[in-house]
């Protein structure tokens, strides 16, 4: 699946801290097979990417559409169907499908959400679905089903 991560609030806090196992959880997402992707609605955060290490998962970096999601992608460059989303944000969650993350503000060592995250793309990879609350199957999907 090509996976896209949110950057303010989901990988990475208000005190600028990187969230607890996100490099951990971007190894693991790419040795499965996925293909990782960062991308923010205040611009492109190459430098973030740089700054925690994580350039060697992501694949391609891209400002993040905040209105009419899907007629915006090609204006931000992403020719690259998103299809897993994680974000802070439930709309474009609800949109794409994904996981809702809880907002990550500070450094927390008792914080899970990666954890938690990685199993939802495992259980939507091999079942197509998952059970957890913060999983959408999003509204793209459903219109591509019919």
């Known amino acids: 699946m090509n996976i896209f991560f949110d950057v303010d609030y989901t990988i990475m806090g208000a005190d600028g801290s990187l969230r607890q196992n996100t490099a951990k959880t971007f190894r693991k997402l790419v040795a499965d097979g996925h293909k990782v992707f960062v991308w923010s609605g205040v611009g492109v955060r190459t430098a973030e990417v740089r700054r925690f290490g994580l350039a060697d998962y992501v694949t391609k970096v891209f400002q993040k559409p905040l209105e ?47 954890d938690e ?4 793309v495992c259980d939507v990879a091999e079942n197509g679905t998952s059970e957890h ?14």
């Not at 995250?117 to 939802?120: A, E, L, N």
């Not at 999003?138 to 089903?145: I, N, T, V």
């Open 68 to 114: 009419d999601f899907e007629a915006a992608l090609p204006g931000l460059g992403v020719f690259t169907p998103p299809d897993f989303i994680i974000d802070d944000h439930p709309e474009i969650v609800r949109f794409f499908g994904g996981f809702i993350c809880r907002p990550y503000y500070f450094r927390n060592r008792q914080d899970t959400e990666m």
């Open 117 to 120: 995250i990685y199993q939802t």
């Open 133 to 146: 609350t913060a999983y959408r199957a999003g509204k793209r999907r459903a219109q591509e089903d019919t």
